[in-house]
């Protein structure tokens, strides 16, 4: 049976709990806030992800923490900080915000968003992780540059050998590469990498690519697990015929076989199914309401040798919930976890729910009510402590 939702009416007037508050009872945890969000007409994919930001604590902990340079100038993570610090300093522990600067902010930071129709909840995760992470970094470069001009100017001599000297030593600097973006927070807790192993069927030479990740993107099978999927998207591939591989100790094309495996594993880790699938006959995407099933404990398996850590665990604590059949009509929810229960948040409606009741978002195994599909899309999974 789907769960029923209904609406919870935040108290306006008095401090007398909210409904939720007494299902949740002493379960309750402390200095913890469970606040709707209100839905400027299609903002469902921006709330729903919101939601599982918060819920992923060393990314809430580093947005409420955040301290933007002396001159101010509002940005999307700016906005990112008020509307985290807005719930987290809230009176009341229940009840409905408004994240009203929020998306303004991002409907000018991005056209993409700016308009009324219902957008992907993936493309806007992507959006707002790499768009903090930019701004963390600019923040940084622009810091460094300023302390290199304080060095430069308390250290500036005036004979000309010391000139000379300075000259040649700009000029070496100027011609050296330009070194790598600095890491960021973002990358700290959401950064992992891959390796893209291909190994010679002829000399059976092993060369490697590193790549680096902050979500990875699974494709999906009917009446799988998250732990089926990882595992087919590590599989080995053979390249072949007129895919074969340039083997350069070789010399020239060789059949070779080739995987990618999990190098690094991120502190949390996002997953994001792919349940949508462009069908050429019908030039349009449809979608995968395929039953995945995503346990509440996760250990990968799907790691490289040389990777640390192979027996992290992780715990699932958020999931986005694509609800409907297509990626630009139906609507976005969120589930997650917070001191060892679960709550549905549904725009501005917040209820509590079993853990059992999870498996209600795993899918369909059928397509014969594709149209009410509340499937899971993007699962967030932190690392036990």
């Known amino acids: 049976m789907p769960i029923k939702r209904r609406a919870r009416v935040a108290d306006t007037m008095g401090n007398s709990p909210s409904s939720l508050e007494k299902e949740i009872g002493q379960e309750f945890p402390p200095n913890e806030h469970f606040f709707g969000l209100v839905n400027f ?5 921006c709330n729903s992800v919101l939601q599982a930001l918060y819920f992923c604590r060393p990314f809430r902990e580093k947005v409420i923490s955040y301290k933007p340079p002396s001159k101010r100038k509002e940005n999307l993570l700016t906005c990112l900080a008020d509307l ?7 009176k009341k522990r229940t009840g409905v915000l408004a994240p009203k600067k929020f998306v303004a902010r991002l409907r000018k930071e991005n056209e993409v968003f700016d308009n009324y129709m219902q957008q992907d909840a993936h493309e806007f995760l992507n959006f707002l992780l790499n768009t903090v992470a930019d701004l963390l970094q600019s923040e940084k470069q622009k810091a460094g540059e300023r302390e290199r001009d304080r060095l430069g100017s308390t250290n500036s001599v005036s004979s000309k050998s010391s000139a000379n000297s300075e000259y040649s030593t700009a000029s070496s600097a100027h011609n050296q590469p330009k070194p790598p973006p600095e890491r960021t927070w973002i990358h700290d807790i959401f950064e992992g990498t891959l390796t893209n192993e291909t190994k010679c069927l002829c000399c059976e030479t092993i060369s490697s690519k590193d ?11 009917q009446n799988t697990s998250i732990i089926y999927c990882l595992k087919n998207f590590s599989c080995t591939e053979t390249l072949c015929t007129e895919h074969k591989y340039f083997c350069e100790v070789c010399g020239s094309k060789q059949e070779a076989e ?3 495996m999990v190098k690094k594993l991120p502190q949390i880790l996002a997953l994001h199914l792919k349940r949508f699938k462009y069908v050429e006959q019908q030039q349009r995407y449809t979608k995968l309401s395929y039953r995945v099933a995503f346990p509440l404990q996760l250990r990968l398996f799907n790691t490289a040798k040389e990777a640390q850590d192979h027996d992290q665990l992780y715990d699932l604590v958020a999931v986005v919930v694509h609800c409907g059949s297509g990626p630009n009509r139906g609507h976005y929810i969120t589930l997650v976890r917070s ?20 498996e209600e978002f795993f899918g369909l195994t059928t397509d014969l009510q594709k149209n009410q599909a509340e499937c899971g899309y993007i699962l967030f999974y932190e690392t036990r402590s």
């Open 41 to 45: 007409g299609n903002t469902c994919y």
């Open 84 to 90: 985290f610090n807005n719930i987290s300093s809230q």
């Open 211 to 221: 790549e680096s990740f902050l979500d990875l993107s699974v494709d999906i099978e």
């Open 258 to 260: 080739k995987r990618m």
């Open 339 to 358: 001191s060892g229960f679960w709550l549905l948040f549904d725009d501005d409606i917040v209820d509590k729910i079993e853990a059992r009741s999870l």
